[in-house]
């Protein structure tokens, strides 16, 4: 089945850099790769996603970017900001009806 | 904004006990799903459900698992007879989209801990 990797595990970012988390995945077939924010108390939210025949999506602040041939893609969050702050949770779909997740990455801006 | 309600968010239990974790998907959703996340370790996929019927179930989902859409409101996933392995935060998702996982939405978990 599908192995999700991600790096890192955890990330301190000075309030206004930017922060880069790094997922590689093991199945060609993947099309689809969502990333998740996840705050104290509540579960995943969806904040961006991207197809495999895409090479990058920006949604203001945050981006995504996929290499299909060394399978991998990132998640890019510039000027970070403290609200920011939350474990990210990268995911690819090999087909319907499955998530395959890395382990997080808990992101911290410090003001 | 419609949400994924889940309750408990905690529970604990003995081994051995049977528990039952509750979901009331987002309301025009039809595709249901179980996910678990052990401390530390990934978010893993338990199960999808679509149509009162199980569509995909991981090597987890076993025998002791089981899940139900007992009215139009409330998704469950019982635990028949639980072990210490059990202990976990198990979130549930829902999607409107038919076949696809895209805009899955999830609850805010249920930490299960099993002594």
């Known amino acids: 089945g599908e192995n999700v990797e991600q790096h890192p595990s955890t990330l301190s970012v000075q309030e206004g850099d930017s922060a880069v988390i790094k997922c590689t995945y093991s199945?060609?077939?993947?099309?689809?790769f969502p990333w998740y924010k996840q705050e104290l108390g509540k579960g995943p939210q969806l904040i961006i996603d991207?197809?495999?025949?895409?090479g990058e999506k920006k949604d203001q602040r945050i981006a995504v970017t996929l290499n299909k041939t060394a399978k991998h893609f990132s998640l890019h969050i510039t000027e970070t900001q403290p609200e920011d702050s939350a474990v990210y949770f990268c995911?690819?779909?090999?087909?319907?009806?499955?998530?395959?997740f890395g382990t997080g990455t808990r992101l911290t801006v410090i003001p | 904004e419609p949400e994924v309600t889940q309750t408990p968010s905690h529970q604990v239990t003995q081994m051995g006990q049977e528990v039952i974790l509750r979901c009331v998907p987002i309301s025009n959703h039809l595709y249901f799903y179980w996910y678990r996340q052990i401390l530390g370790q990934k978010v893993e996929f338990l199960v999808s459900f679509y149509n009162n019927e199980i569509s995909e179930k991981s090597e987890i989902f076993d025998d002791q698992f089981s899940v139900e859409r007992p009215d139009g409101s409330n998704f469950t996933l019982k635990i028949r007879s639980t072990k210490l392995e059990d202990s976990a935060m198990y979130f549930c998702?829902?999607?409107?989209?038919?076949?696809?996982?895209?805009?899955?939405?999830f609850g805010s978990g249920t930490q299960l801990s099993v002594l």
């Open positions: 995911a690819a779909s090999i087909r319907a009806n499955n998530l395959f």
């Open positions: 991207i197809r495999s025949n895409v």
């Open positions: 199945d060609s077939a993947s099309n689809y």
């Open positions: 998702a829902s999607c409107r989209d038919r076949g696809t996982v895209e805009k899955l939405f």
